[in-house]
């Protein structure tokens, strides 16, 4: 069986303050500029590991009350015991061409919400679980699952001793539209996305909040 093999994206949002002189009181009258907007310096920090310590590790380096950090679920915290119906599984499925003949269709309506609702997980490392609970900082999962699913999710999730994560920024449960005009919705610490890109999604739930100057990925 494929173990973990997580990527953790760190991303640092940096503000800077720029500051003008006073104009002159001197005639003729001063010619007066616009100081320029303030610039936002993005930085990147792109690691590869394949045991989730290392994420637990860098969340406690970083600032508790600004950094939020987001976990995948499918083969980041949780795995399907067997290749069908796991997470490679279905980007093979994806991949092959219709008229392959290992080509399972409705792959993405039938099947995946059967294998969802009928298939345990297990996680994808002993002790994955209790390094998420140990984690303090504000934490949710984002998934490309839909909402269609979340009844598995949530019951795969707790039944391995994950313990859910609180809503973000004194948010209710939100049913949010991508711009697939497909449903997106976060409740019970999960933010479920129907394929969407994640990145749009998780600048969409936000809303525009400077409460986190650092994201931290594990994916």
Not at 29 to 38: G, K, L, R
Not at 55 to 62: D, K, P, V
Not at 125 to 153: C, H, M, V, W
Not at 154 to 167: A, F, I, K, T
Request: include cysteine.
């Amino acid at each position: 069986m494929n173990r973990l093999v997580p990527f953790v994206l760190l991303a640092a949002f940096a503000g800077c303050a720029t500051t003008s002189s006073p104009p002159p009181t001197a005639q003729p009258a001063p010619i007066v500029t616009e100081a320029p907007p303030p610039s936002r310096q993005v930085v990147s920090d792109i690691r590869d590991s394949k045991n989730l310590r290392d994420a637990e590790a860098l969340a406690h380096s970083l600032p508790l009350e600004s950094t939020l950090v987001v976990f995948d679920i499918d083969d980041t915290l949780l795995t399907a015991p067997r290749f069908f119906g796991s997470d490679t599984w279905y980007r093979w499925q994806k991949n092959l061409p219709n008229d392959d003949q290992d080509k399972i269709t409705c792959l993405f309506t039938d099947l995946l919400g059967f294998d969802y609702e009928a298939a345990g997980l297990i996680q994808t490392q002993d002790d994955a679980a209790e390094i998420f609970n140990r984690i303090p900082n504000d934490k949710l999962f984002l998934t490309s699952r839909s909402p269609d699913y979340r009844g598995g999710t949530e019951r795969e999730l707790v039944g391995n001793g994950v313990v859910l994560p609180s809503l973000i920024l004194g948010q209710s449960p939100q049913l949010l539209i991508n711009s697939a005009s497909q449903r997106m919705s976060y409740d019970r610490g999960i933010y479920m996305t129907a394929g969407f890109d994640k990145g749009d999604a998780l600048v969409q739930l936000l809303g525009g909040s400077k409460k986190y100057t650092t994201v931290m990925l594990v994916d």
